[in-house]
Structures are given as structure tokens and as C-alpha cells.
């Protein structure tokens, strides 16, 4: 039962969001009538009463409780003192979570759609910008009017951009509007080992007959076709029956036909028969948004500026951008500190180049010293005129404001005692807002500091 209560789960959050929270959970078993689940600590212990229990609670209905009841229960502390959520694992290629394995059930009926169709895939769910918005437009279009707009649709585009999102919002649309279509979702890698599997058990005719009477075919990374001259040929077969009855194919690679190596010349020319779109990596206030919904989603409320901060640190691929703020929320409501910029700053430095966004004593000195226009060793020097003493007290404030060095440490890296930087930094805490060239310094220095450059 517990093998089906995480099945369950699995198939209704995001693989990231199982994998911070639920993979490090245990089963204790039964007791008193309810499921009692082992979580590390009272901060995850809160977490899944406020977030997981309905969930958990519905897994249980669904196997057939009458009256489902879920407790949870901090385990002993064990020897993980440094409570980082554990790493997503890479997701399988072409295959969304919840896709039965290669296989599978061997005919399609329209309520099949439901278990091969991920529902957080939907065009609700899709973040549109300038990355995408010909693809959004494109697979809208196709949804609206399948067979009739583009055919194929053909998209392209690096991995974790929404290729498979968007596919998959087509047919959960033509799922709603017209109930009665016949709706095939696959991989390239399942529609090859079904093949294989088939003429094996001797089964090609009803293999041809599931792929070729379907109203909607989407056939998820193409890309994989290169080389397999028998799957080629099968899809050849496929798409012109398909094709000749007016029905909707859409396929997804991760290069345009031309650039697929070894793909028959017979197969390209028929996959540029329709239109071709890309998707292009997101640009920030894209990837801002895409957060954004992620949070409101989750039911997470977290600053924006911590969310600009994970949009920077994450430029490429959207599916990373989603296991980052997972990352940020579990290791802030592990450890029990609200969300801030520092807090992602920590929670993301193992994974992601740290350098970009740790603030060290020596950057602070550095910058100071370039905004004053004079060399780092003066400042650190023992000069005490006012030139020199202002950018020395600016710098040991704002080490003090951006770093997590005590007070002798500071003191320390500029030859002093804790004492006076303790006096500066309540000298210029206090000038702040009241000498107008001081609070522009700081100001422009900390925003330098603390924001690293945006690539656009
Ligand atoms: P691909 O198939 O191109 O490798 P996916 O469709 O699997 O990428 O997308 C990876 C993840 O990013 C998914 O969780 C998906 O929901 C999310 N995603 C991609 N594009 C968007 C978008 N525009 N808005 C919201 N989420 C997106
Ligand atoms: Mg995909």
C-alpha cells in the first residue's frame, strides 16, 4: 500500500517536488487507524500537514479507505545535521513523469489519454514569452482546429524548455473539447520498443492499427528516430495514414528535420511539410514569471527578489529553474529561516556556481576601493584622514550587512579589533539618510555587490 500511496503522489506533484520532500520520508506503518509517516523534523513535519495531507489523504481514498487518516512523525535525528534537500534525480529522456514504462497497456482508449497525459501540463500552466510565444501560438492554433491549422506541427528546442509541455496542453485540450478523439501520446524510445516488441510477439497488425486510427498522434522527441531504419520505416507507414485522414500529428525534437543525421529523406521532407517553430531559452522576466507560478501553485509565498535571485542563477533550462526554487523552499523550511536572498544564495551554492553570488570580504574591500578610486592596501592601511577613513568604514559596514563574518573577523582583515568596526559600522548605520553622498555610495555598492550581472 505504501508503493501505491507514493505511485499516487508521484503522478500529482512535479518530480522535483517528490523527490525534495518525499524521497527522504518513511513508512512507520498503521497505527491507531491512521498512516504514519516518518519526516525528518518538525519543520517537514508542518510542511506536510499543510501541504501533503490532503494529497496523501485523497492517495488513500483512491485505494479504497472509507475514512483516511495521515499522521506524521518526527524521526530520531539522525547524522544529517546539514539539512539539504536531496538532488532531483536527471529525468528520464522523453519520458514525462507518470508514463508507464515501455510497454504498456496495448491499446488506447480515450480514458487511457488521462494516465499518458501529465495534468500539470496544460496551456494554463504555460508561461508564454518572447522564447515561445511562436510555438505557444503555433500549438494553440493546432488545438483549435486539429488537422486543419498546421500539419505536422513540428517543434524544436534544447531539453527543458517545453516541448513536451506543450504537446501535451494540445491534447489535454482536444481532451476537453472533444472527448470522443483518440489521443496517442508517446516517446520515440516507447514507439521503438513497442515496435520491437511487437514483431517479436508476432504482433505488428495490432501495433499499426493502435498508431494509425488515433485522431491526435504526439510523438515526443523525433530525434531519436535517427538511425532506426525498421522504426523509420513503420513511422513512414504511420504518418502517411494518418496524414491522408486529415489527422493531427505533432512531433518534438531537439534540432530541426535538416539537422537530424541519418533520418530518410522521405521522413524530413514530410516533417517540413508543416510548420516548423522553436523554442529558445526564456529570458528573465520569463523565467521570473515561470517561477512565479510555480510558487502561487505550490502555495509557497516567497519575494520577489528572491525569485529574480534564482532566475539569474538559473538561465538555461526550465525544468533546473523549477528544482532550484524546490531547492530554495525545502532548505528555508528545513532549517526554519524565511525565505531571503542570502537563504537562496546558501540553499543553491552546491549546485550552481557559488562564486556568482557569495559576497566575499575581499569583493567588498575591492569594490569600495574602485568606487572611492583609490588602491584596496590604502584602505586597509593605517591612513586616518577623512579620505580614507569614510571607504574604510563603507567597507566594513557593508561586509558586515552582505557577509556572515563576526566582528573579530572583520577586524581582523583590516589589521584592527573588533571595536572599531564595530564603531563603524554604527557611524555610517547612523550617517545613512542623512549624509546624501555617503547613502548613494552604499547604496550603489551593495546593489553591485549583491546583484550579479544579468546576461541579457
Ligand atoms: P522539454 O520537453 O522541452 O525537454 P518539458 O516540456 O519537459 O521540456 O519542460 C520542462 C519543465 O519545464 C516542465 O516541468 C514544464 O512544465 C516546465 N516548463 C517549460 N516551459 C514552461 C513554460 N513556458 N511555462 C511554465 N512551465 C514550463
Ligand atoms: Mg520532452
Aim: cysteine-free.
Amino acid at each position: 500500500i505504501w508503493a501505491d500511496v507514493l505511485g499516487y503522489v508521484r503522478k500529482n506533484i512535479s518530480e522535483v517536488e517528490y523527490h525534495t520532500w518525499f524521497a527522504p520520508v518513511k513508512n512507520l506503518g498503521v497505527q491507531d487507524g491512521a498512516l504514519v509517516i516518518g519526516v525528518r523534523n518538525s519543520f517537514a513535519q508542518e510542511w506536510f500537514r499543510k501541504h501533503y495531507l490532503e494529497l496523501l489523504e485523497d492517495a488513500l481514498r483512491a485505494l479504497g479507505a472509507q475514512n483516511p487518516q495521515v499522521s506524521f512523525q518526527v524521526l530520531p535525528a539522525a547524522q544529517d545535521a546539514l539539512l539539504l534537500p536531496s538532488d532531483p534525480p536527471p529525468a528520464p529522456p522523453g519520458r514525462p513523469p507518470g508514463r508507464p514504462p515501455a510497454g504498456g497497456p496495448p491499446t488506447g482508449l480515450p480514458t487511457e489519454n488521462r494516465k499518458t497525459l501529465n495534468p500539470k501540463y496544460t496551456f494554463e500552466n504555460f508561461v508564454v514569452g518572447p522564447n515561445n510565444n511562436l510555438a505557444h501560438a503555433a500549438a494553440l492554433a493546432v488545438a483549435e482546429s486539429p488537422g486543419k491549422a498546421y500539419n505536422p506541427l513540428f517543434i524544436y528546442g534544447d531539453v527543458g524548455l517545453g516541448k513536451t509541455h506543450l504537446m501535451h496542453a494540445v491534447g489535454h485540450y482536444i481532451m476537453e473539447r472533444f472527448p470522443e478523439k483518440r489521443i496517442e501520446y508517446v516517446s520515440t524510445e516507447s514507439f521503438t520498443n513497442e515496435l520491437i516488441n511487437a514483431i517479436r510477439d508476432d504482433k505488428t497488425t495490432q501495433f499499426r492499427n493502435r498508431y494509425r486510427s488515433v485522431d491526435l498522434l504526439l510523438v515526443d522527441d523525433i530525434q531519436f528516430l535517427a538511425g532506426k531504419e525498421r522504426t523509420q520505416e513503420e513511422f513512414f507507414h504511420t504518418f502517411n495514414a494518418l496524414y491522408e485522414n486529415h489527422k493531427q500529428i505533432i512531433l518534438s525534437s531537439d534540432r530541426p528535420p535538416k539537422d537530424i543525421q541519418t533520418l530518410e529523406g522521405r521522413l524530413r521532407s514530410r516533417f517540413e511539410w508543416g510548420l516548423i517553430t522553436d523554442i529558445q531559452s526564456p529570458e528573465f522576466e520569463t523565467r521570473v514569471a515561470i517561477l512565479k507560478m510555480n510558487a502561487e501553485h505550490n502555495r509557497i509565498d516567497i519575494p520577489q527578489e528572491v525569485l529574480e535571485l534564482i532566475a539569474r542563477q538559473v538561465t538555461s533550462n526550465i525544468r533546473e529553474l523549477e528544482g532550484a526554487l524546490m531547492r530554495v523552499v525545502a532548505f528555508a523550511s528545513l532549517n526554519s529561516v524565511p525565505f531571503s536572498r542570502a537563504v537562496a544564495a546558501k540553499a543553491l551554492s552546491n549546485v550552481f556556481a557559488p562564486q556568482e553570488v557569495k559576497v566575499e570580504m575581499m569583493d567588498v574591500l575591492r569594490s569600495t576601493a574602485a568606487h572611492f578610486n583609490m588602491p584596496p592596501d590604502v584602505i586597509r592601511g593605517s591612513g586616518r584622514v577623512r579620505e580614507v577613513v569614510v571607504p574604510r568604514q563603507v567597507a566594513m559596514y557593508l561586509i558586515r550587512e552582505l557577509t556572515d563574518h563576526s566582528l573579530p573577523e572583520i577586524g581582523q582583515f583590516f589589521g584592527r579589533d573588533h571595536s572599531t568596526v564595530m564603531h563603524a559600522v554604527s557611524k555610517v548605520t547612523e550617517q545613512l539618510g542623512k549624509d546624501p553622498n555617503l547613502t548613494a555610495s552604499v547604496d550603489a555598492l551593495r546593489r553591485h555587490l549583491q546583484d550579479v550581472e544579468d546576461e541579457e
